[in-house]
């Protein structure tokens, strides 16, 4: 089979979000792997979204995993602990307990700059960094390790 892996991208930072797809996107063209993006609204709907789809499809299939990708900007309020705690405790329970590959590429960070330092135009590109890992716990799951 064909290794898929679908980004689920909360596009709330639109700008930092679509450099971390550029950047996952960058490393999936350059392994030939076939992807699809979902955007959803924010961080907190990712493990939902990553659910939903893997209950349609094939959930047998071994060549499946999921990149999520965000930006969380720390504001003035406790929100920002709250987001961020719950949806990588909802990312990390949705692959443990359903053995779902997701690799979590949502950046938590104190301000815009650090977030744009983190998605730069390279391989030091944090969705570069998160696709490269969906595909070795793939190949990890298919028993080539």
């Known amino acids: 089979m064909t290794k898929k892996i679908y980004i689920i991208n909360a596009n709330y930072y639109e700008e930092i979000s679509d450099r971390l797809i550029g950047g996952a996107k960058n490393f999936l063209n350059e392994n030939d ?7 959803v609204p924010g ?13 349609k499809i094939n959930s047998d299939n071994l060549d499946i995993g999921f990149i ?7 504001g003035e309020t406790s929100h920002y602990d709250i987001v961020v705690n719950e949806s ?12 779902i590959i997701i690799t979590n590429s949502i950046l938590t960070v104190e301000n815009k700059k650090q977030a744009l330092d983190r998605s730069l135009n390279d391989t030091t590109n944090k969705g570069y960094h ?16």
């Open 130 to 145: 998160a696709a490269y890992a969906c595909k070795l716990l793939i190949d990890i799951k298919n028993g080539k390790f």
């Open 33 to 39: 792997i076939d992807h699809e993006i979902l955007n």
């Open 68 to 74: 999520a990708i965000g930006c969380v900007i720390r």
């Open 88 to 99: 990588a405790s909802g990312i990390t329970q949705l692959s443990i307990s359903n053995n």
């Open 43 to 55: 961080a907190l709907e990712i493990p939902t979204a990553i659910n939903l789809i893997h209950d």
